[in-house]
């Protein structure tokens, strides 16, 4: 039979999802403990046991200094970062991209300028973010917005156009205005798509979180990581990195789930 | 004075002639049936008349007036495909005709005027065969039932005029069948004035009161943009119907309402 037709049965399907995983891990595992036997100081690899010590102390001790537990804390304030960045992108880049899709006068100026400002590196601008904004809050949340709401904006641009101009003749014919019709026939038809588009564009803003927080900033994922980097702390950053991962992994489900719950109607949903 | 005034109508788009010196009356009522070869303007002419576009040259009267430049409620119209909104339930496709007219800053009624709106759909939506499907979303719908609800959609808006852009190309026989006799007793009981594009001749011929072939009268194998087509045939059809509209046209109004909806 063809490779193209063999389907993996459920059970094989599961054992197929869970193999790299474990392979990944073995690997890591073996290498640890060869490095360890030969250095029982070597910070490189670190065993389970000294990031599992790493977690709790991290997790479950409060800060002498402070009085806060800091895995929390830091988890705490990152994604504070990044929720309000999300949301403030995710509106700015529904608007501008609904108007450019659906308003020919507002796609003409808004189309071009929104390609070029999506090709500048947003982390090229980060030292006039941290000029402009001063090195607080508003900094690190303008870099997200800045990083995501261009290629939001273009995504649902485009997302607006292949709406089929049937649907907004129909509209039209049904008295809409053009106000009512972005209301009620593209507004709907979008929001799923949006959710669809902040999934993909996750990755993109954690990065610019992590390089804000990695840059200035006094708490923070991204802060702890290169903070303990000087120490060679890599039974910190090991399961730092893997708890970020957790948690862009549990948000891009849960847009997932949202689409697929809010909009029964919409077929991409299943992908 | 006719209903619907075609005038000298030319299409171009750059140096292709789609329609050339198209003249034409339409009375109130006439339910045309638009027939001719692949991109001959059928379509064309459909979208002038629908607000699409505009003539190149010529003009389009509607009662004495010139057509107004977009598409508005006086026009209903139902496409092939893509009439329907996916994100709406059936009712919903419906009632948003009676919502966004009525409501023209949230374009969505509250309270008892979305109720009244809503029973007013689900009569009509009853009436075209989609009683039991009222919250079941267009993509669980088969084409068929898709093609019902974006005839009741339109009906609901009680346009004089009803634009049917090869509506049940994409249906089969049997089904086809059906959507005449639906569509025939709609038109029967409204004041409908039908533009039905098809490429079905025997469609043509059984459900209109007239049919009119366009087709190119010139061609310039050198150039085949040249020239455009022209209505070729007009043929006056099933004079029964035609003459049971006019009869009940001559009647007292009070008298022929109750004979239209009867």
Known sequence: MRLINRHPDRPSRLLLVILPFALVLLAYFLGSAERLTDNPNDKLLPSAVQMTDAVKRLAFVADTRTGEYVLWQDSASSLRRLAIGLGISALAGLCLGMAAGTLPLFGAPLSPLLTVLSMVPPLAILPILFIVFGLGELSKVMLIVIGITPALARDLEQRTREIPVELLIKAQTLGASTWTLMLRVILPQLLPRLLISLRLMLGSAWLFLIAAEAIASTDGLGYRIFLVRRYLAMDVILPYVVWITLLAWLMDWGLKRLTQRAFPWYEGARA | ?262
Request: proline share 5%.
């Open chain 2, 1 to 262: 004075m006719s209903f619907i005034t075609v005038k000298n109508v030319w299409q171009q788009y750059a140096d292709q002639v789609v329609l050339e010196g198209l003249n034409l009356n339409v009375n109130e009522g006439e339910f045309c049936t638009l027939v001719g070869a692949s991109g001959c303007g059928k379509s064309t002419f459909l979208r002038l008349l629908l607000g699409q576009e505009k003539a190149s040259r010529g003009e389009i009267l509607l009662d004495g007036q010139a057509l107004a430049g977009e598409p508005d409620s006086s026009r209903g119209v139902v496409f092939q495909r893509y009439s329907v909104f996916p994100h709406l339930s059936v009712l919903d496709n419906v009632a948003l005709g009676l919502e966004l007219p009525r409501s023209p800053l949230l374009g969505r009624l509250f309270g008892s005027a979305k109720k009244d709106a809503r029973e007013q759909a689900s009569v009509l939506l009853h009436k075209v065969g989609l009683g039991h499907s009222l919250d079941k979303y267009p993509a669980q719908l088969s084409g068929g039932m898709q093609q019902r609800l974006a005839i009741a959609q339109a009906l609901i808006m009680k346009p004089r005029v009803l634009l049917l852009d090869e509506p049940f190309g994409a249906l089969d026989p049997g089904i086809r069948k059906d959507m005449h006799q639906l569509l025939l007793e709609l038109w029967r009981e409204t004041q409908l004035t039908v533009f039905m594009v098809t490429h079905d001749l025997s469609e043509g011929f059984t459900l209109g009161t007239r049919l009119l072939v366009f087709d190119k009268v010139r061609i310039d194998p050198h150039a085949p943009g040249a020239y455009g087509a022209r209505i070729t045939y007009d043929i006056p059809l099933n004079s029964d119907r035609r003459a049971h509209r006019a009869a009940v046209d001559a009647l007292p109004i009070e008298l022929a309402g109750t004979l239209r909806t009867a």
